[in-house]
């Protein structure tokens, strides 16, 4: 039988505009992953409806995400771009996890107990069992590969768990999925205000989008917290400085960071300057993308026959799977 090549599969949730956040954590990863890895990268449309019930924006995210994913140069040829919506499979598969999944362990799940807080009114089942969902949509393919940012670290650990207790309960059908970024660590990209992350949903003026005009770009980077700047030479940098170096470092030369890094050390850093700086290598950095995306946008048909062909290649393995789980399970008269 021909070796397949290690398989990959990760997702991103239509609730809003790519954000660098979602770009440097798993989009990044995902192009490169595509030349080397058999890779399945998802619109986590089901995911949505735990937080987002109004779907009336759905159809308008979705294809936006799809956009998004082709101009940062994922390719159709090369990887299952699909939704998930549209893989029946992953509801099954999604319905035996949950009898291998405790309420007790779901409850414990910080992103379970952050969501119950935002959203006191809505604390639905699927809330509740989003993790399984997640590791449904993972080992569907048998992937072994995920790559995501740091704030996924406690769901791959689950996916872990779920896939692990398939395989003792009945027959070794799952490999263990990772978390996976190119270089050692996984990465978490900071909202500008110095406190908490980049998100879709939360955070929006501390979140530079991919969709950001150049004007909102200049405008946010220059409204980032700083400091009157360091007094001692050598001192450590407070997090909210860190992180503007953080984003400098992904976007500007590195003879650019060099000499921020020097005048912070020699105390003569003027974080204006390094801030402008900062704007103007964002929207270098952004604007292409926003291009391209809005060309992509106008084409419905090409977005509609990616789907179409995505679908395809992920309800394939996802068959050849199921057909496994359910042999394994017994399910089989
Ligand atoms: P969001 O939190 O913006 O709604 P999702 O939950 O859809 O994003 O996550 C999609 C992917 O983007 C995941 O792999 C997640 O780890 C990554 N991601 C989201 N925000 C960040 C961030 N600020 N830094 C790094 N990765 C992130």
New binding site residues.
Partial sequence: MEKRKPIVM???????F??????????RNYVKMQDEFECYFMI?DI??LTTHPDTRALKSHVQRVLAEYIACGLDPEKAAIYCQSHVYETGELYLYLNMLAYKGELEKTTTFKDKARSQPDNINAGLLTYPVLQAADIILHRASL???????EQHLEMARTFANRFNHRYVEVFPEPQAFNYGDA??????LDGA???????NQNA?LYLADEDDVIRKKVMKAKTDSGPITPHSPKPDYIENIFLLMNLVSDEAVVRKFEDDFNNCSIRYGDMKKQLAEDMVNFIAPIRGRVNDILHDEKYLKQIMEMGAEKARKSAGVTMKLVRDAIGLSY
């Avoid at 990760?10 to 809003?16: A, C, D, K, V």
């Fill in positions: 990760s997702g991103i949730r239509p609730t809003g790519l954000h660098l956040g979602n770009y440097f954590g798993a989009v986590a995911h949505s995920v790559p995501v940012g740091k704030d996924q996984l990465i978490k990209i900071p909202g908490g992350k980049m998100s879709k949903s939360e979140t």
